[in-house]
C-alpha cells in the first residue's frame, strides 16, 4: 500500500507560479512510476504530466509541455511537479498517482492516489 498526500496548491494569477509536491508513506516510490493527473470542473481526469520510476523518462500533455515540469526524490519519496507561466485554463484539482507497472498516461493503470490539492489561476 501506498499513500499519497499532496500540497502546494492555491489561488495565484495568470503568468504566475507553484509547486506542487506528493509525499508518499507506506511504500518507496522508487518502485513506481508517477504521475500528476488534472480534473477542471466538468471535464474527464487527464494526465498532465508522469514519470519513470527512475526519473530518466518523462511526459507531458501538450497543453503544458514547456511550462510544468514533473520530477522526483526517490530519497525523500516525493514527487513535485513545478508550474510556470500558469493559464486560467490550469485550474483544477490535481491528484499524485503511483504505478506498479512503470509509468502510463491511462488512469486506469494507476492504483494509488491522493486526494488532490486545488489549483486555482485568475486571469
Known amino acids: 500500500q501506498v499513500q499519497l498526500v499532496e500540497s502546494g496548491g492555491g489561488l495565484v494569477q495568470a503568468g504566475g507560479s507553484l509547486r506542487l509536491s506528493c509525499a508518499a508513506s507506506?511504500?518507496?516510490?522508487?518502485?513506481?512510476?508517477m504521475a500528476w493527473f488534472r480534473q477542471a470542473p466538468g471535464k474527464e481526469r487527464e494526465c498532465a504530466a508522469a514519470?519513470?520510476?527512475?526519473?530518466?523518462?518523462?511526459y507531458y500533455a501538450d497543453s503544458v509541455k514547456g511550462r510544468f515540469t514533473i520530477s522526483r526524490n526517490n530519497a525523500k519519496n516525493t514527487v513535485y511537479l513545478q508550474m510556470n507561466n500558469l493559464k486560467p485554463e490550469d485550474t483544477a484539482v490535481y491528484y499524485c498517482a503511483a504505478d506498479r507497472g512503470g509509468y502510463s498516461v491511462v488512469r486506469s493503470e494507476y492504483e494509488y492516489w491522493g486526494q488532490g490539492t486545488q489549483v486555482t489561476v485568475s486571469s
Open positions: 514519470i519513470s520510476r527512475s526519473g530518466i523518462s518523462t
Open positions: 507506506g511504500r518507496t516510490v522508487s518502485t513506481y512510476g
